[in-house]
């Protein structure tokens, strides 16, 4: 399967915890990019990041990628309730207009 | 952001009824479509992709006379389960490309139940 692997598979954290989210692939990649769903929704895209870029913010993400360990990490800081969701990874690979997803981490934030 | 707007949300049919779904880009013209199935707590399994004008691609495993796709326009794409049965309930998620950088825009999802 070329699906990427994400871990942890599920997280709880209380409200201000940061909370980081790893993901591994296996193809060569134009990019990266992380999505989240709340549940029974459609995905959000919300954030990208190049393969010749290791590291990028947007407010509280903050996302890491090294494509000679084929991994990506997302931070969230400061936590909010509103940030319980689930959160996938998504890598564009070379010569495809298809997106491999991850197989997503549950994130749960406790007020 | 873009906008894909899906239709319906949620739909309850008998065993051997077909359903379609309709996944609609509002604000921009998705150069490709994307037709997703999520099983409870899984990630998405792309079931096919699709081009305005042309035939759909078909993932490995997913049968093209069952998962009947449409995409009669650059902003509109449809699934039609046919003859469903129990085990084609599960949820349904389409998403529009768009970009050189392929950032997929999604619908809010189609929750199908037959019973």
């Known amino acids: 399967s070329q699906q990427g692997e994400e871990d942890p598979q599920a997280l709880s954290i209380q409200e201000g915890e940061n909370a980081t989210m790893n993901c591994s692939y296996k193809?060569?990649?134009?990019?990266l990019q992380w999505y989240r769903q709340n549940s029974g929704r459609g995905l959000v895209h919300l954030i990208l990041?190049?393969?010749?870029?290791r590291e990028k913010h947007s407010g509280r993400l903050r996302v890491t990628l090294d494509t000679s360990k084929k991994s990506s990490s997302l931070l969230i800081t400061a936590s909010r309730a509103a940030d319980t969701a689930s959160y996938f990874c998504?890598?564009?690979?070379?010569?495809?207009?298809?997106?491999?997803f991850g197989t997503g981490t549950r994130l749960q934030v406790f007020p | 952001g873009a906008v894909v707007s899906q239709h319906p949300s949620r739909v309850i049919c008998k065993s051997g009824t077909s359903v379609k779904i309709e996944c609609r880009s509002l604000?921009?013209?998705?150069?490709?479509m994307f037709w997703y199935r999520q099983f409870p707590k899984k990630s998405l399994m792309l079931m096919a992709t699709?081009?305005?004008?042309?035939?759909?691609?078909?993932e490995q495993g997913v049968e093209k006379d069952k998962f009947l796709i449409n995409h009669a326009s650059l902003t509109l794409s449809t699934l039609t389960v046919t003859s469903a049965h129990p085990e084609d309930s599960s949820f349904y998620i389409c998403?529009?490309?768009?970009?050189?950088?392929?950032?997929?825009?999604f619908g809010a999802g189609t929750r199908l139940s037959v019973l």
């Open positions: 699709s081009n305005e004008g042309s035939k759909a691609t078909y």
């Open positions: 998504a890598t564009d690979p070379y010569n495809t207009d298809k997106l491999i």
């Open positions: 604000d921009f013209q998705a150069t490709t």
């Open positions: 998403s529009g490309g768009w970009g050189v950088q392929n950032i997929q825009y």
């Open positions: 990041i190049r393969s010749n870029e």
């Open positions: 193809t060569s990649i134009n990019n």
